[in-house]
């Protein structure tokens, strides 16, 4: 697999906005995470630009977008997320895109991406019954996949150094990321995570 960065963390926000989400992302950021992508799929255009605009605009080139993808003219954002609701960019769109992958051959096949998630490596934490359903061999297989492979899924501080021996490019975090913490102790928290990378 390539990759010519360091191991990436990248947190996904709950579907649900929390409180304190922008300075959260600001934390995130200014802590060592990689990228945060805003995934509030019931959000509207406008409920994710307040967001957005919550957070220092020097950081909103490592903001990643699930939905409301025409955002990204307006404001200097890091890059689109294609996923099911959102399987292509908008016309014209030149930036950085990355893709939600559910099988190896999804992330082989997944060129022009600057990475991908492949989703669920572990039982997931955020969503019951969502199960891990890759064998060693398909992990060892992902050697073969020339574009950074992101795990997502059931992803905690302590699966990191499991991920490292497959050879992902990263890990993003949403149920393990902390979201559900009081500000005051937020910040410790991921920044423990970062440490055990």
């Known amino acids: 697999m390539a ?24 934390s995130l950021l200014i802590n060592g995470w990689d990228k945060v992508h805003l995934r509030h799929p019931g959000k509207s255009r406008d409920g994710i630009l307040e967001i957005i605009n919550s957070v ?7 903001i990643i977008l699930h939905d409301h993808f025409d955002i990204a003219g307006d404001l200097a954002i890091g890059g689109l997320h294609l996923n ?7 016309p014209g769109y030149s930036g950085n895109l990355s893709k939600s992958c ?33 064998s060693e061999e398909d992990l060892e297989s992902l050697d073969a ?4 492979v992101i795990a997502l899924g ?22 393990a990321a902390g979201w559900h913490l009081e500000l005051s102790d937020f910040t410790e928290y991921i920044r423990n995570i970062i440490e055990s990378c």
Not at 162 to 174: D, E, I, P, V
């Open 154 to 175: 059931g992803v905690t501080a302590e699966s990191l150094p499991t991920l490292k021996k497959y050879n992902f490019a990263g890990a993003a975090m949403l149920g």
């Open 84 to 90: 099911r609701r959102n399987p292509s960019p908008p």
């Open 145 to 148: 996949v020339t574009t950074p």
């Open 102 to 134: 559910h099988s190896v051959c999804e992330a082989y096949n997944a060129s022009g991406m600057e990475y991908v998630t492949l989703s669920p490596i572990f039982d997931s934490i955020s969503k019951a019954g969502y199960r891990a359903p890759f």
């Open 56 to 62: 220092s605009r020097q950081l909103h080139p490592r």
């Open 3 to 26: 990759d010519n960065h360091a191991f990436r963390l990248i947190a996904i926000t709950p579907e649900i906005p929390v409180a304190d989400e922008g300075l959260k992302i600001e």
